[in-house]
């Protein structure tokens, strides 16, 4: 098995996640930014992941081109986010993303991330210390909302090597 793990990271949840996986298919870790889209062709498994920016994957859009050249691999795709995994989220996140199409030949897993604003770049950051804002006056917050914004002063992780555990399964 020929294998390969692209992943696109600002903040380094992704690329610790990427990192496990390569090392569980014995196989490379690159940053999608470092890597010939065009030479998938010479890969039978490919894992993708980025991270989730308003229910869009990073770096994800690049990758989807190339699926129609990639029919008959094994291929997973996972984004990171800092909501806990619940099925409702998963659904939407892989609606939005992928094709019914796509789907029918990708695997799809959301791996729990986490926040921290610190490591954000200043684009990012700005948007997201718009987004604290808008959190802060609204009369009533959901869980994940109230999460969020605890978040901006206590940065969280959970990325944890058994969240990869399905996604490994799902490629040997």
């Not at 889209?37 to 859009?61: E, F, P, Q, R, S």
Request: glycine content about 8%.
């Amino acid at each position: 098995m020929k294998a390969i793990v692209l992943y696109r990271s600002k903040t380094g949840f992704v690329k610790r996640y990427a990192e496990w996986i390569a090392e569980e298919l014995s196989c490379e870790a690159v940053d999608a930014n470092d890597f010939d889209m065009k030479d998938l062709k010479d890969h039978d498994t490919i894992v993708y992941g980025g991270g989730l920016y308003a229910v869009g994957i990073n770096g994800l859009k690049a990758f989807r081109k190339h699926l129609p050249d990639l029919k008959g691999k094994r291929i997973a795709v996972f984004a990171t986010g800092a909501s806990p995994w619940r099925l409702e989220v998963v659904d939407e996140v892989r609606n939005r993303n992928l094709t019914e199409e796509e789907q029918s030949m990708v695997g799809f897993f959301y791996l729990r991330g986490g926040f921290d604003h610190d490591r954000l770049g200043a684009k990012d950051r700005l948007l997201m210390t718009l987004m604290k804002k808008r959190l802060k006056s609204k009369k009533e917050l959901d869980e994940d909302e109230r999460g969020l914004l605890a978040s901006y002063d206590h940065p969280v992780d959970f990325v944890e090597r058994e969240n990869i555990e399905d996604l490994v399964h799902y490629l040997k």
